[in-house]
């Protein structure tokens, strides 16, 4: 048992498959390791270890009398505290929340526990999910596993922290503007969002109705695929396979999101995935989105002025309890008409109808997942090209325009700083060819020097 906090949510299912290892004795290891490590690193905001033991006896039974078994049966999973899960607590990250304990699952909560999962407790957060650095003086920032000073990225923070770490298997994040991707990336994990309104959102809190989707985060590129298929049970993600090779696959590169104000070190690892595409057979051109820069305006309207209309009341009390970031985030959309809402949702079909011409051409569009590695904890500043920079300004600058086309988009692990940081690799495929960019991503998996790292915790 002593590798199993980085064993691979495929890898453990048939290990439990084949009783090799049996479900309760690794939610006994996973619920040890959560009391030991998670004071220090904060990647749960709750934890129920009476409602995940008589999971994992109801899974070892079922084991037992040789039961038909789901895909993730007897594996422990985090649950961002953005979504329902029936016997816990929501509370969003935020103080300001006082739901009851929940009676029901949100959908993909049911779904992946219809495959077996069982869930060790609900994963910290930025407040609202509405933060790329995922410091939250609520419940205590998630800390990185790969560096404790720095933080882990927002929103799904926590999510990200306890698949790092090796406190839970796998993890469901969510995204509205790279919230699965930007943890993902630098806690040096896969984090899928997936194609917009792939799976369900239902019993998920909102954020931003236009771009909101929940996703899976995980250590490789596999269980993605396996968490997949128990999410979209007909897209095919039960068949996944890492390609062989790219030849024929066509790559574009964005080139003003490529290089622009982006970290040296991320710059060259990202050079470095090109090479490794084209060595696998893969054609690389680099590619101007001339409507990019209005695609991430346009973003940031319909952004605040929705978050504005759902929390604006909170973020204006004369004692308001939210965050400090938070609170003067929601307030930056005060003055967002509906018109203004309007105007950026007409140029979304706009960019829709162009990237389409775009994708036409590619079959994937490459690019960094972050402009710069894992910034302060204490502060959310980072250093790029000798100047300090404010992590929340610019950490989803590079994720947000797959949000805004709902296209699917996966962070891929793929090399280290020198100070060890994880560096990420974003991929953005075509519209619902969630499945084709999981293939891809596995070939480049197999391919890349990251080969399932892990920090020394």
Known sequence: MSDFPWMSAAAMAEAIRSRRLGPVEITQAYLDRIDRLNPQF??????????????????????????????????????????????????????????????????????????????????????FAFGPTGINPHFGTALNPWDATKVCGGSSSGSGCAVAAGLGAGAMGTDTGGSVRLPAALCGIVGLKPTHLRISQDGIYPLVGEFDTGGPMARCVEDIAVMMAALDPAGGFDHYAPAVSLAKVRIGVPEALFESDVHPEICAAMRGALDAMETLGASVEFVTLDFADNALRAWNTIALGRVYALHGERASAVNSKLSPDVRDRIRAGRHITRDQINEALTVRKTVHVEMTDVMEMYDVLALPTVPLPAVNAADGRGDLDGRRIDGAAVLGRLTRLASFTGQPALSLPWAQTAMRLPIGLQMIGRWNADEQLLELAGALEAAGGWKFLHPEI
């Open 42 to 127: 904060h990647a749960y905001v709750s934890v129920y270890p009476d409602q995940a033991l008589q999971a994992a006896r109801v899974a070892e039974a079922a084991v037992a009398r040789g039961d038909s078994l789901g895909p993730l049966h007897g594996v422990p999973l985090a649950i961002k505290d953005l979504f329902l899960v029936t016997g816990m607590m929501r509370t969003c990250g935020s103080k300001l929340v006082r739901e009851k304990v929940s009676p029901v699952d949100a959908a993909s909560v049911a779904a992946l526990r219809e495959a077996g999962a069982i869930f060790l407790g609900m994963a910290n957060l930025h407040e």
